[in-house]
């Protein structure tokens, strides 16, 4: 069974341009969840789609950061502009159900710098 | 809200010993999900161990093992007949049984590194 995927995994970027990031979750696996881990912290939710709802954005800093699933499946996060403190790794993971006891299955994650 | 502390900040064992990594959280609910994740370096994170707060039975998972002491807020994780391949950042994390969107609540981490 393949994995959470992710792309790009690094990316090195000047503050004030813009990035995306793009996640494939595993085949049937209705909730998506973004994550960002930021050296030394550990991960934070950014966002949660069940099929292509948002169940929870509420730490997500809706004035640069955005992020879509049109069709239930692919995810896109994006950044712009980014800032210096928006270097971290960011961490897409799935689950088949969105419920407490659920596994949450993570991909690699897309390292990004600021600088 | 919720919170997760993890107070070691990196854990030493020699292969074959045991390592016992804390955590303790804080909430004002009493159904809710308790987890242990693994972050090998550059590798993705995975699910150690998971533990039902209504169980009052400490989860186990082959040489790993869960003290859950649910009244103290404590979940501390054991790791027997270390392997090195047991050296990684390992996460403790919460999650709600109740709350909406039962978002995953981690704490900062631990480093095992484990010497041959």
């Known amino acids: 069974e393949a994995g959470v995927a992710q792309s790009p995994r690094y990316k090195i970027i000047e503050k004030r341009q813009s990035v995306a990031f793009w996640c494939n979750p595993i085949?049937?696996?209705?909730?998506l969840y973004w994550y960002q881990q930021i050296l030394g912290q550990g991960p934070k939710l950014l966002i949660q789609?069940?099929?292509?709802?948002?169940?929870?954005d509420s730490q997500l800093p809706k004035d640069r950061f955005s992020a879509e699933r049109l069709k239930g499946v692919d995810s896109t996060l994006k950044i712009q502009p980014a800032k210096l403190e928006d270097s971290a790794v960011y961490l897409c993971a799935s689950s088949l159900i969105g419920g407490a006891g659920g596994e949450l299955f993570f991909g690699e994650g897309s390292r990004l710098t600021v600088l | 809200a919720q919170t997760v502390t993890q107070s070691q900040p990196e854990m030493s064992v020699q292969e074959a010993e045991t390592v016992t990594l804390s955590c303790t959280y804080d909430t004002s609910e009493s159904d809710y999900y308790l987890f242990w994740y693994k972050q090998p370096p550059s590798r993705q994170m995975i699910l150690v161990i998971r533990?039902?707060?209504?169980?009052?039975q400490n989860a186990t998972e082959n040489r790993f093992s869960v003290n859950f002491q649910k009244a103290a807020k404590s979940f501390s994780l054991k790791i027997s007949d270390s392997q090195l391949g047991d050296a990684a950042m390992y996460f403790c994390?919460?999650?709600?049984?109740?709350?909406?969107?039962?978002?995953?609540?981690f704490g900062a981490g631990t480093i095992l590194r484990v010497k041959s």
């Open positions: 994390a919460y999650r709600s049984a109740v709350e909406y969107g039962n978002k995953l609540v």
């Open positions: 085949s049937g696996h209705a909730t």
């Open positions: 533990q039902e707060a209504y169980k009052q």
């Open positions: 789609f069940q099929n292509n709802g948002v169940v929870d």
